[in-house]
Nanobody, 126 residues
Framework: VQLQASGGGLVQAGASQRLSCAPSGRTVSTLTMGWFRQAAGKEREFVAAIRRSGAAPFYSDPVKGRFTISRDNAKNTVYLQMNSLKPADTAVYYC????????????????????WGQGTLVTVSS
């Protein structure tokens, strides 16, 4: 499975941005998909995930209420809608996937995911 992430760029604080991730070689409905981010000098951190079952998604506390992960099976694409962006959201964003249906606690760890996209940079200016 290859993941192609897109949608990053430079935005002002308070603006919105939507990231997309399209897997090749497999349909999104058969994958648990996650978004992670890594800011300069920091470790990669969990942002959001949606199970292959399409059950209620999960979010990290810093983005809860501002970000929304969704899946469009017809377009075979997963999105991360980011609203009310803050400078602290500046990072390289990675989409990741696994064919597994992990337990909730495993969704938050990068090691759970078998496949990773190349990352897309989101820069939020103040």
């Amino acid at each position: 499975v290859q993941l192609q992430a897109s949608g990053g760029g430079l935005v002002q604080a308070g603006a919105s941005q939507r990231l997309s991730c399209a897997p090749s070689g497999r349909t999104v409905s058969t994958l648990t998909m996650g978004w992670f981010r890594q800011a300069a000098g920091k470790e990669r951190e969990f942002v959001a995930a949606i199970r292959r079952s399409g059950a209620a998604p999960f979010y990290s506390d810093p983005v809860k209420g501002r970000f929304t992960i969704s899946r469009d099976n017809a377009k075979n694409t997963v999105y991360l809608q980011m609203n009310s962006l803050k400078p602290a959201d500046t990072a390289v964003y990675y989409c990741a996937s696994t064919v597994l249906n992990p337990i909730m606690s495993a969704l938050f760890t990068p090691e759970t995911y078998q496949y990773w996209g190349q990352g897309t940079l989101v820069t939020v200016s103040s």
